[in-house]
C-alpha cells in the first residue's frame, strides 16, 4: 500500500504563500491522477483541486487563480502553491491518489487576518 506523507502547512499571514509537498513511498502516483482536498474544523472535506496523469488540472472556484497543482513524477511527488491565501483558506491539507482511499495524514494551513 503506498504511504503519502504531506508538508509545507505552517501558520501565515493573509496574503501571503504556501507550497505544500505530497510525496509518495512508491512510484504509484505515475498512472494516476493526484489530489488536494482540505477539511477545515465543522466541516466536510472537500476537494481543492486534482492533476491527471496527463497533467489535466481541476480546481475548486474558490481557489482558482490563486492556486496551482503541479507533479513530478521523477520524484513520487505532488505539489500545491498557494498564493494570496486568504482566511477562509485554514483547514488541514490532505493529498490523495486515485479516488480511493490513499489519504495522506494531512499537513495544517492556517491563514491570520
Known amino acids: 500500500q503506498v504511504q503519502l506523507v504531506e508538508s509545507g502547512g505552517t501558520l501565515v499571514q493573509a496574503g501571503g504563500s504556501l507550497r505544500l509537498s505530497c510525496v509518495a513511498s512508491?512510484?504509484?502516483?505515475?498512472?494516476?491522477?493526484m489530489g488536494w482536498y482540505r477539511q477545515a474544523p465543522g466541516k466536510q472535506r472537500e476537494l481543492v483541486a486534482t492533476?491527471?496523469?496527463?497533467?489535466?488540472?481541476v480546481y475548486a472556484n474558490s481557489v482558482k487563480g490563486r492556486f496551482t497543482i503541479s507533479r513530478d513524477n521523477s520524484k513520487n511527488t505532488a505539489y500545491l502553491q498557494m498564493d494570496n491565501l486568504k482566511p477562509e483558506d485554514t483547514a488541514t491539507y490532505y493529498c490523495?491518489?486515485?479516488?480511493?482511499?490513499?489519504w495522506g495524514q494531512g499537513t495544517q494551513v492556517t491563514v491570520s487576518s
Open positions: 512508491t512510484n504509484a502516483m505515475r498512472g494516476n491522477t
Open positions: 490523495r491518489l486515485g479516488f480511493g482511499n490513499d
Open positions: 492533476i491527471s496523469a496527463a497533467a489535466d488540472r
